[in-house]
């Protein structure tokens, strides 16, 4: 039999709309430190802790009782009543049977969402800098994306940004808070005026709020979704990726009224089916048992991003402080370099992974995102690579 591939002349072999979609701007980095010991990585959003020992406990447990079936498609209900119970805590109410979904991670949610509410033609406003899915995966429904650039702003959207920007075609509006890649929080007050907008045009505000449990000094995390009439117009993402150190796990969920609901689970019964079972078992006890774990993990980060905010002041280098997350956004403009040249350089000379910050759409050019989920010795001397450039290459 031969090895030889057969010819296809066809042009149109592949989607154009796959063909026009880049890859991943993080993975790009992440892919140039794999097998690499002499590279301190501050680039992939990924907690150095391993998932707490009471969720994988619970997960052999259930595997050794040989419940490794499919569940429903909305997921356990057990999963679903203790997300109720969660969601609670932060002012919102859900109904458990048939307004929250388990979905495999909350990028599946993203996609079955924008999937279910977009129609060719439609705009959705993204506010950027932000984390890298959400503008192919619009686009990827024939939608206009409409980019509101938060830079301006300090790094978070305003009602008033928010108001400029919606036009008669406006469907959506996508936020993210505490905020990938930035860190930062959209404080309470601009939130609630953010929320009045919504109500006012009648959009739908997609809110991700994945770091919530990861905010520091005196913040409190505040859903949209928590405002007074706010429920009909909010999509609240979560998952247990982060603050539970679950990345691997791939479980997450959205919550939304009933009547969206009924078209996202659809999508999600013929791509996904359901969620892992085991990672749904061990969610239920991340909820009921692992609030200690993740407050351990959030004051390491918290002591982390103290260190690197410091260092960067050192340096001259301007930055945000970020209230949330496990990312800074330092301003590397001084330097003259592009945001993609000193990542590059970073990792060729110095050894040090960042990812530029212009992968993350607008406003995000000038500057680069570092994790400091990632052990604190090494961010100490990543810290000093980094001065060590900033020396050779600041103008």
Known sequence: MSDKVCENTRPDRFSEKMLATPPSGIRKFFDLIIGRDDIISLGVGEPDFATPWCIREEAYYHLEKG????????????????IAKYQARYGMSYNPADEIL???GVSEAVDAVLRSILNPGDEIIVCEPCYVSYQPLASLCDTKLVHLDTSVNGFYPTAEQLEAAITPKTKAVMICSPSNPTGRMIPKDELEKIAEVVKKHQIWV????VYCELVYDDNKHCSIGAFEGMKPYSIIFNGFSKAFAMTGWRIGFVCAPKELMEQV????????????IM???GAIEGLRNGAA???????????????????????????????????IFPDIRQTGLSSEEFA?????????????GNVFGAGGEGFIRCCYATDINKIKIALERIRAMLEKYRK
Not at 67 to 82: D, F, I, K, Q
Not at 265 to 276: E, G, T
Not at 310 to 325: D, R, S, V, W
Not at 344 to 356: F, S
């Open 293 to 327: 774990e993740v407050e351990r993990m959030r004051l390491s980060y918290q002591q982390r991003r103290n260190l690197m905010q410091h260092a960067f002041k050192e340096m001259g280098l301007p930055c945000a402080e970020p209230e949330g997350a496990f990312y």
């Open 102 to 104: 388990i979905t495999i």
């Open 265 to 276: 689970v659809k999508l999600h019964q013929y791509s996904s089916i359901c969620a892992p």
């Open 344 to 356: 590059q350089k970073l990792i060729e000379e110095y050894q040090v992974a960042v990812v530029p």
């Open 206 to 209: 997609l809110s991700d709020e």
């Open 67 to 82: 419940h490794t079936s499919y569940t429903s498609n909305w997921g356990l209900l057990a999963l679903r009543e203790e």
């Open 279 to 281: 990672s749904q078992y």
